[in-house]
């Protein structure tokens, strides 16, 4: 069984009441809607989906967990007197808004669409060894927006300065622009772990 640690760092999909995806929430805010009965648990089965809620949920996992059926790759929860797995994907029975469809501006967002990757080398780094760099420099009128904010290594961002791409000789991967879709969805449904997410993300 998987221990508690691990399933903390789990994302679970929420949808509104229409079944419209509306945020990614943590295992613990999910699993405090389906204890307080204001969600429940949406499980892709065969193409098709089935809801429970909190104690239906738990009698499934518990009968799975008897059957010898559950997945050592799975996120389970041990408590006292049973154990229940970690939904995918949690429906809010009384929230009726709509997604916001504007994907927010915001460095981690910057990483995520540009894959962590510096757009200048192609090279692949964590968080702490890249930086933003303006693609038309502050100087001369460039603005903090999607289109003109890249992913850049600090060693590529030194190199380029104040200087535009064809002023310093470098070369953009891709031309920099707003995401179609919060790059953290993007991110998640190539994870076969949230596959399931796909059915409503389409």
């Not at 009128?141 to 992913?151: A, E, K, P, Q, R």
Request: net charge positive; proline share 4%; with cysteine.
């Amino acid at each position: 069984m998987i221990s508690a640690r691990r399933f903390l760092s789990t994302s679970v999909l929420a949808l509104n009441r229409t079944y419209m995806p509306v945020h990614v929430v943590s295992v613990r805010r999910a699993f405090c809607l389906l204890w307080k009965g204001t969600a429940e648990v949406v499980s892709v089965e065969n193409g098709a989906w089935m809801a429970y809620d909190f104690n239906s949920w738990r009698e499934v996992c518990e009968l799975r967990v008897e059957l010898g059926e559950y997945e050592e790759s799975g996120d389970w929860i041990s408590a006292v007197s049973f154990v229940v797995e970690v939904p995918r994907i949690v429906r809010i029975l009384t929230y009726d808004r709509l997604p916001k469809n504007a994907v927010k501006f915001s460095r981690r967002n910057v990483f995520l669409r540009d894959d962590y990757r510096c757009q200048y080398c192609n090279r692949q780094y964590g968080a702490g060894r890249l930086s933003l760099d303006h693609v038309t420099p502050r100087s001369r009128g460039g603005t903090m927006t999607w289109d003109n904010i890249v992913t850049a290594c600090l060693d590529c961002n030194v190199r380029k300065g104040g200087r535009t791409p064809a002023e310093a000789g470098v070369r953009l991967l891709k031309n920099p622009a707003r995401p179609s879709r919060n790059p953290v969805l993007s991110r998640q449904i190539s994870n076969e772990k949230y596959e399931c997410w796909r059915t409503f993300l389409r």
